[in-house]
């Protein structure tokens, strides 16, 4: 069984201080002509009028806050305006060695793709690099312009033209959001603490997701599973959650579930 500290929410962060202040190798040419620049920063207007259309308060869906035996963490939000339709996709991961990438997907109207933005951390010895890749698409859905930035340390690169940027897609997102493949839930166990007890539910597989969902409440379905925990172990189930802001930091709560044939 996955311990506690595997399981738990982890607050993920963009920020970090590194060692050295080496200026990151680079590709792509350090110049941007005015035409790329006024390109770039037309597009990034739409992007910032797409994300204020997006009713943060009152609309967003979220996955489960997964992790692996490896540590490795998976999160994703669907933003939407005040009519409900999605036009900001994004997903947070971070792998064993705790790097941090960001992937963002925006939709203009009729639910076409705009743009993607993606944001990774790399660690080369002690220089830590946030590589910055801008793809923006077409209305025939194929990549118009891309453009990258790279910063480490106290170096902020600029933006530059790129024709080696990582073409994204949201199949993983949707299958985090529809629990399935390396999402699918299953209960895992109940992992008791001093003060809280959480349910554990996900994959049992090696490179399956587990997430762990905090008890508050003593419902039917919570006394029956602390009863039968070991028969259920293994079992398919659907739960629904609700996801908790406090300043910073987010948790999330075990509202109801019930059990898959």
């Given at each position: 069984m996955?311990?506690?500290?595997?399981?738990?929410?982890?607050?993920?962060?963009?920020?970090?201080?590194?060692?050295?202040?080496?200026?990151?190798?680079?590709?792509?040419?350090?110049?941007?002509?005015?035409?790329?620049?006024?390109?770039?920063?037309?597009?990034?207007?739409?992007?910032?009028?797409?994300?204020?259309?997006m009713?943060?308060?009152?609309?967003?869906?979220?996955?489960?806050?997964?992790?692996?035996?490896?540590?490795?963490?998976?999160?994703?939000?669907?933003?939407?305006?005040?009519?409900?339709?999605?036009?900001?996709?994004?997903?947070?991961?971070?792998?064993?060695?705790?790097?941090?990438?960001?992937?963002?997907?925006?939709?203009?109207?009729?639910?076409?793709?705009?743009?993607?933005?993606?944001?990774r951390?790399?660690?080369?010895?002690?220089?830590?690099?946030?590589?910055?890749?801008?793809?923006?698409?077409?209305?025939?859905?194929?990549?118009?312009?891309?453009?990258?930035?790279?910063?480490?340390?106290?170096?902020?690169?600029?933006?530059?033209?790129s024709?080696?940027?990582?073409v994204?897609?949201?199949?993983?997102?949707?299958?985090?959001?529809?629990?399935?493949?390396?999402?699918?839930?299953?209960?895992?166990g109940?992992?008791?603490?001093?003060?809280?007890?959480?349910?554990?539910?996900?994959?049992?597989?090696?490179?399956?997701?587990?997430?762990?969902?905090?008890?508050?409440?003593?419902?039917?379905?919570?006394?029956?599973?602390?009863?039968?925990?070991?028969?259920?172990?293994?079992?398919?189930?659907?739960?629904?959650?609700?996801?908790?802001?406090?300043?910073?930091?987010s948790?999330?709560?075990?509202?109801?579930?019930?059990?898959?044939?």
């Amino acid at each position: 069984m996955k311990t506690l500290r595997n399981l738990l929410v982890l607050t993920l962060s963009f920020s970090a201080v590194v060692g050295c202040k080496n200026t990151p190798e680079t590709e792509e040419e350090n110049i941007i002509e005015d035409k790329d620049f006024t390109y770039l920063h037309g597009k990034l207007n739409e992007v910032d009028a797409i994300d204020q259309m997006m009713d943060t308060s009152n609309c967003a869906q979220y996955s489960l806050d997964y992790a692996t035996q490896q540590n490795e963490r998976y999160f994703a939000t669907l933003f939407c305006d005040k009519n409900g339709d999605v036009h900001r996709i994004e997903e947070l991961t971070s792998n064993k060695e705790m790097l941090i990438t960001r992937n963002r997907f925006y939709y203009g109207k009729g639910g076409q793709l705009f743009a993607t933005i993606s944001e990774r951390q790399v660690q080369s010895d002690t220089t830590l690099t946030l590589i910055e890749e801008l793809n923006f698409y077409d209305n025939n859905g194929k990549i118009e312009r891309s453009f990258k930035k790279e910063s480490a340390g106290d170096f902020e690169g600029d933006y530059v033209p790129s024709k080696n940027n990582a073409v994204l897609t949201k199949d993983r997102v949707i299958r985090a959001m529809n629990h399935e493949g390396e999402f699918e839930l299953t209960f895992q166990g109940i992992i008791k603490t001093d003060n809280l007890d959480y349910l554990i539910v996900g994959s049992s597989g090696k490179d399956g997701y587990t997430s762990a969902l905090q008890i508050e409440a003593n419902t039917p379905f919570i006394k029956d599973v602390y009863l039968k925990e070991l028969q259920y172990y293994g079992k398919k189930i659907e739960v629904n959650f609700e996801r908790k802001v406090m300043g910073n930091f987010s948790y999330q709560v075990f509202v109801a579930a019930k059990w898959k044939e």
